[in-house]
């Protein structure tokens, strides 16, 4: 009989998880990223630093949870049609006010933060831009989008967009935004009766 591992400790609990997400939250809001620390997140929060050192290794590891709570990758969607599954991977991009407001703090923090950058697009830019690659691919193989399309560069094109959109232009990702962005750039780049 193998026995199974337990962590050390009491369980944590998750209302102070919560806690801790959402005050940080709120303070990227009101302060911005770097004037957040884990001084004023615990001091929010109501717990001790010890509390969150337990939890993540520090300031960047606790933001980038706090955003990524905000944005939960969803399952790559596969619907049969190729525009159909682009606009469910870019509607993934469109986000509540609140939530866009974070997403552009912390963007905009990432460009003078080599650690929250990388951090950032483990987390957040990656798995995201990897919805668009694994339903590009698929279409590809399935002989609904061009045989030659590059999946990985195409499957940034909408991000980028995004990113720019939100964090350069302080404007929101709609869906006028995310149909424009997917009827107009990524179907003729991808449409296989696309003549060269």
Not at 104 to 118: C, F, K, P, W
Request: net charge negative.
């Amino acid at each position: 009989m193998v026995a199974t591992q337990r962590s050390a400790g009491r369980p944590r609990d998750a209302k102070v998880d919560a806690a801790l997400l959402t005050s940080t939250q709120d303070l990227l809001l009101e302060e911005g990223f770097d004037r957040v620390s884990v001084d004023s997140v615990a001091a929010r929060a109501g717990v001790g630093k010890a509390a969150i050192y337990r939890r993540w290794s520090g300031k960047t590891a606790l933001v980038v949870a706090a955003v990524a709570e905000l944005n939960r990758v969803p399952p790559v969607p596969d619907t049969g049609s190729l525009r159909d599954d682009l606009l469910a991977c870019a509607r993934t991009f469109v986000r509540n006010e609140r939530t866009q407001r974070v997403l552009a703090g912390l963007m905009t923090a990432m460009v003078h933060d080599d650690e929250l950058r990388t951090a950032a697009h483990d987390a957040l830019g990656g798995p995201f831009t990897r919805l668009f690659s694994e339903v590009i691919t698929r279409a590809i193989e399935r002989g609904q989008a061009l045989a030659s399309a590059d999946a990985e560069a195409v499957s940034q094109v909408f991000p980028a967009l995004a990113f720019h959109r939100g964090a350069a232009l302080g404007l929101p990702v709609d869906e006028e935004f995310v149909m424009r962005v997917v009827d107009n750039l990524l179907m003729p780049l991808l449409s296989p009766d696309r003549t060269s």
